[in-house]
């Protein structure tokens, strides 16, 4: 997931939801930056920061965001996202997180009148289930 588009707007919560790909692993984060050829196993019931420290473009627009950990903040638009996505053994996670580096708006490509409010956050915390 990359955001679509910058928006500044308040951040009034610390937690948000991703959608992961369950595997016999564990949890697998979709959808990170192309920077990384690799799935990264999502360790449930701990902090995690990001280790890259890349600048990349939103779909729209010039400026740049320092990359993380993509997090929607409200429930019904992860279910969004969930629809969006053509993996198998699909799962919703809560997930607390700090150090916002960027505010913006994904858009499904499903409901292209749609968008989510998503945080970039260099640590999170993926509850588990």
């Given at each position: 997931?990359?955001?679509?588009?910058?928006?500044?707007?308040?951040?009034?919560?610390?937690?948000?939801?991703?959608?992961?790909?369950?595997?016999?692993?564990?949890?697998?984060?979709?959808?990170?930056?192309?920077?990384?050829?690799?799935?990264?196993?999502?360790?449930?019931?701990?902090?995690?920061?990001?280790?890259?420290?890349?600048?990349?473009?939103?779909?729209?627009?010039?400026?740049?965001?320092?990359?993380?950990?993509?997090?929607?903040?409200?429930?019904?638009?992860?279910?969004?996202?969930?629809?969006h996505i053509e993996f198998d053994e699909r799962i919703i996670r809560k997930v607390w997180f700090k150090d916002v580096v960027a505010t913006g708006e994904e858009f499904f490509s499903r409901y292209p009148a749609r968008s989510a409010k998503?945080?970039?956050?260099?640590?999170?915390?993926?509850?588990?289930?």
């Amino acid at each position: 997931m990359c955001l679509d588009r910058l928006v500044t707007f308040e951040v009034t919560k610390g937690y948000g939801w991703q959608v992961f790909r369950k595997k016999e692993t564990g949890l697998v984060q979709l959808y990170r930056h192309h920077f990384q050829r690799h799935p990264t196993i999502v360790v449930a019931g701990a902090w995690q920061t990001d280790p890259s420290t890349y600048y990349i473009r939103p779909s729209y627009g010039f400026d740049r965001y320092k990359t993380g950990f993509h997090i929607i903040l409200g429930f019904e638009d992860a279910l969004g996202y969930l629809d969006h996505i053509e993996f198998d053994e699909r799962i919703i996670r809560k997930v607390w997180f700090k150090d916002v580096v960027a505010t913006g708006e994904e858009f499904f490509s499903r409901y292209p009148a749609r968008s989510a409010k998503v945080v970039v956050a260099r640590k999170r915390y993926v509850e588990r289930a």
